[in-house]
């Protein structure tokens, strides 16, 4: 039953519900395969194998009583540790949530269950989604399945390697600067950052509120698309929650799939023209901008004059909310709590618990965020970023007048080798410098396998005006179409 | 010139509630010297009439219907909880007991 771990979601559905397979059967491929090849891989956290046989023999008595199913009905997919599970240990990758479980369940989380999905699992995350490589994780980083030397992408690179190792034909990732996008192109799958307000963060540990996007990790673009259905739509208990229908991705993708792009106009932004980038990554993408004309696609080139300043104002933005919403982790409600000897303050016990519970890139970044934060530097730094906010978001609208969809690489850079960015934080940053203009925008991005540099995945970007995420899954599936899916080589033996 | 001194760096530790070592102080000082330097560049940016955006949705005042639904019982909210007691959560002294 091994061949059941190598089909997409789709065909898994489909297999499920003509009775060729039982849910419960599906899972335990996954399970044994998790089993066998996640000691190599390091995706998982948590694997929840009683939860996920439960949940898949609800899926087939539903089955046998005659009820309707929903399109992802008894799939397995893996969900990024910064969900809550209810009574399932969540930790954001952090020591100091280590052994939390947490009394209430994420709305995507509870979406899932409701689509009768099939939760295998929490996976591994660089610690708060701060981080590029999973590196940061408090548990030891994930090892991209292209070369088990290499890094997944982060933050959600466990989610990502998952889905690359076959131990999932479904994830579920977060996107603040990329951490869904970045991983994705690393490993040769498909990862979609949603618009945010598209996918609720009610029970997504927040980083940076005005950022954090909850998004769909898959190995074909019709897999991410039937996710992001059944994970997307307004949420009451999230404010910026957007009161509207979800766009119509699944649609969308069938169409792509059809390889016809007649009349799409893609925008190849200026400013993003061989910044920075492996040579062997600008050729993937410039290879995949003459598959997507060939289907019938115009290429303008498009000047957005302020994305130079989208990757400094981030890292002012995202750290100063960082520093607020870390704030509540100070050892009284949950979690860990170090040094309380009857003698020692609660700032004391605060201060030790926060030393000893937070890796080094969250400290780096709460104190950064404090420090933009503070008055006498407020206006220089947060306020200013602000502002530059508001010129990218005008470069994005300007750019949607004359174009559909940009597109560019996702990231500079294929996989690097474990080590070679963790000295120089500013480096790691770097990563993320063509995903993070869309975080900041608000609108939707994804990140589709575009080809191969150096023998690793090169991930294809594009991007949609907010509430327009049909745009991108439609290109997307056309350019899947054109140059294929991409297969890491076996983890066996 | 450096962005930031070793001795900020620990008054922005002591604002964060973090003991930091003092190694760590050394390493934090250098790297955040180098990414303050790197985001100091939106400075380049003219955006003196530009309003600042906190958030790509336009939404305000959004309130729930007022009814009354379940919440997490007593239990559930003390259950992660590192100490309780009497039904509440334990903390360590707040206001110093000599003074």
Redesign the interface.
């Known amino acids: 039953m091994s061949d059941l771990t190598r089909m997409t979601a789709a065909e898994l559905a489909g297999t499920i519900a003509k009775g060729d397979a039982s849910a419960e059967e599906v899972t335990r491929a996954h399970l044994d395969r998790i089993a066998a090849v996640d000691g190599k891989v390091h995706a998982f956290l948590h694997v929840d194998a009683d939860g996920a046989i439960n949940a898949a023999r609800k899926v087939d008595a539903k089955r046998a009583a005659g009820d309707e199913l929903g399109p992802l009905a008894g799939v397995p997919v893996a969900v990024k540790d910064v969900l809550t599970t209810r009574g399932v240990p969540t930790t954001a990758g952090s020591k100091i949530l280590e052994g ?5 369940d994420s709305t995507v989380v509870e979406r899932l269950r409701d689509a009768g999905t099939v939760i295998l699992g929490k996976t591994n995350m660089d610690e708060f989604a701060m981080g590029s490589s999973t590196e940061y994780s408090a548990y030891g980083p994930t090892n991209n399945p292209w070369d088990l030397g290499r890094i997944p992408g982060g933050s959600g690179g466990g989610s990502a390697a998952a889905i690359a190792a076959y131990e999932a034909p479904l994830a579920i990732g977060t996107d603040t600067g990329g951490s869904i996008r970045q991983p994705g192109a690393v490993t040769g799958t498909v990862g979609s950052k949603p618009t ?2 598209g996918t609720s963060r009610y029970g997504l540990i927040a980083f940076s509120s ?1 950022l954090d996007t909850p998004g769909p990790c898959a190995r074909t673009v019709l897999d991410a698309a039937l996710l992001h259905e059944v994970m997307a739509g307004h949420d ?2 999230d ?2 929650s ?1 009161p509207q229908a979800v766009p119509p991705v699944v649609e969308a993708a069938r169409l792509g799939m059809t390889g016809d792009l007649t009349g799409v106009k893609l925008g190849v932004v200026t400013e993003f023209n061989g910044e920075g980038a492996e040579p062997g990554v600008l050729a993937a993408f410039h290879d995949a901008l003459a598959a997507l004309t060939k289907l019938g696609a115009e290429v303008v080139e498009v000047s957005a004059p ?1 994305f130079q ?1 989208a ?3 981030y ?2 933005i995202a750290p100063s909310e960082c ?1 607020s919403n870390l ?1 509540r982790f ?8 170090v040094g ?1 000897d ?1 003698n ?9 618990t ?2 000893a519970g ?1 890796g ?1 890139e969250v ?2 970044r ?3 965020g ?2 933009a934060l ?1 008055s006498g530097y407020y206006d ?2 947060y ?9 990218i ?1 005008q470069d994005f609208n300007a750019a949607f007048e004359q174009v559909d969809v940009l597109v560019s690489p996702t990231t500079p850079f294929v996989a690097f080798p474990f080590g070679s960015r963790t000295s ?3 480096q790691m ?1 770097l990563a993320d410098l063509f995903t993070i203009p869309t975080n ?4 939707p991005g994804i990140s589709v396998p575009c080809g191969l540099s150096e023998g690793l995945p090169v991930g294809f970007q594009i991007m949609a005006p ?1 509430m327009a995420d049909d745009r991108m899954y439609r290109v997307a599936a056309a350019l899947e179409s054109a140059v294929g899916t991409l297969t890491p080589p076996s983890l066996e033996g | 010139m450096a962005a930031i001194s070793r001795d900020e760096v620990a008054h922005l530790a002591r604002l964060s509630r973090l003991a930091v070592t003092e190694q760590e102080l050394d390493t934090f000082a250098g790297q955040l010297d180098v990414i303050l330097q790197a985001v100091a560049r939106v400075g380049e940016v003219a955006a003196a009439d530009i309003p600042p955006t906190s958030h790509s949705v336009p939404l305000t005042n959004v309130l729930r219907e007022d009814v009354v639904i379940n919440c997490l019982t007593r239990e559930e909210a003390l259950a992660g909880a590192p100490d309780v007691e009497d039904d509440r959560f334990r903390v360590p002294r707040i206001l110093d007991e000599e003074a």
């Not at chain 1, 020692?344 to 030790?352: D, N």
């Not at chain 1, 306020?383 to 010129?391: E, I, N, Y």
């Open positions: 939390w479980r947490p009394p209430y945010y307000g005005s009451w208990r404010s910026t957007i302020h300043y990757l400094p104002a890292y002012l520093s704030a100070d050892g009284v409600r949950f979690g860990l709590r309380d009857g020692r303050s609660l700032e004391e016990v605060m201060s030790l926060r030393e937070f080094p400290k780096r709460i104190m950064l404090t420090y503070s220089a730094y306020g200013q970023a602000q502002k530059v906010r508001t010129l978001t120089d934080p500013y940053y900041l925008y608000g609108g907010t």
